[in-house]
T-cell receptor, first 111, second 115 residues
Framework: LAKTTQPISMDSYEGQEVNITCSHN???????ITWYQQFPSQGPRFIIQ???TKVTNEVASLFIPADRKSSTLSLPRVSLSDTAVYYC????????????FGAGTRLFVKA | DTGVSQDPRHKITKRGQNVTFRCDPI?????LYWYRQTLGQGPEFLTY????????KSRLLSDRFSAERPKGSFSTLEIQRTEQGDSAMYLC?????????????FGPGTRLTVT
């Protein structure tokens, strides 16, 4: 399983765009990049997943360069409610496996 | 879709006692996962079931821990002879086998405090 590295914490202000970068140098060919969000006292929530290039949904965008050794989660115009921990995972697209969460990135959005 | 539910939400027990937690996954999901999470850390994988078969088990799951999913629906996680180090949030998640198998849906967790 590929190991991921992401910043421990980030601060932002309401209305700004936030980009969280994750490195995964040992990503395998059949691995996908997946991001989860976790609020205090709740279980993680799936945000977005991608394989290469760019993926966008109603919550975020995910940018993946051609070598796939890193990825960037982009949160547009954050609000106070986006304060949470964000986890980057590298997983096989078939599911059903040992899933490794790192410590995540603690995003704090200020007014 | 009622989501993943876990029971109890909170459990306080004395060291040496046994505890059992229950997880009810989303009904059409055949994959079920258990995690443990301590303060400031990400969830740590404990075990994974596909239907009733336990296919993956972390070394974190010592002999005092056992998980079952007897009919491929709900699952239980039992901790015997609890220790203070077992205090943590225990999370359950489920995922489908078909469309979007990578997307795990988490329950609210059971917070265990061992005194």
């Amino acid at each position: 399983l590929a190991k991921t590295t992401q910043p421990i914490s980030m601060d932002s202000y309401e209305g700004q765009e936030v980009n969280i970068t994750c490195s995964h140098n040992n990503i395998a060919t059949n691995d996908y990049i997946t991001w989860y969000q976790q609020f205090p006292s709740q279980g993680p929530r799936f945000i977005i997943q991608g394989y290469k290039t760019k993926v966008t949904n109603e919550v975020a965008s995910l940018f993946i360069p051609a070598d796939r050794k890193s990825s960037t989660l982009s949160l547009p115009r954050v609000s106070l409610s986006d304060t949470a921990v964000y986890y980057c995972l590298v997983v096989p697209n078939t599911g059903g496996f040992k899933t490794i969460f790192g410590a995540g990135t603690r995003l704090f959005v200020k007014a | 879709d009622t989501g993943v539910s876990q029971d109890p939400r909170h459990k306080i027990t004395k060291r040496g006692q046994n505890v059992t937690f229950r997880c009810d996954p989303i009904s059409e999901h055949n994959r079920l996962y258990w995690y443990r999470q301590t303060l400031g850390q990400g969830p740590e994988f404990l075990t994974y079931f596909q239907n009733e078969a336990q296919l993956e088990k972390s070394r974190l799951l010592s002999d005092r821990f056992s998980a079952e999913r007897p009919k491929g629906s709900f699952s239980t996680l039992e901790i015997q002879r609890t220790e203070q180090g077992d205090s943590a949030m225990y999370l359950c998640a489920s995922s489908p086998e078909g469309d979007k198998p990578y997307e795990q849906y988490f329950g609210p967790g059971t917070r265990l405090t061992v005194t």
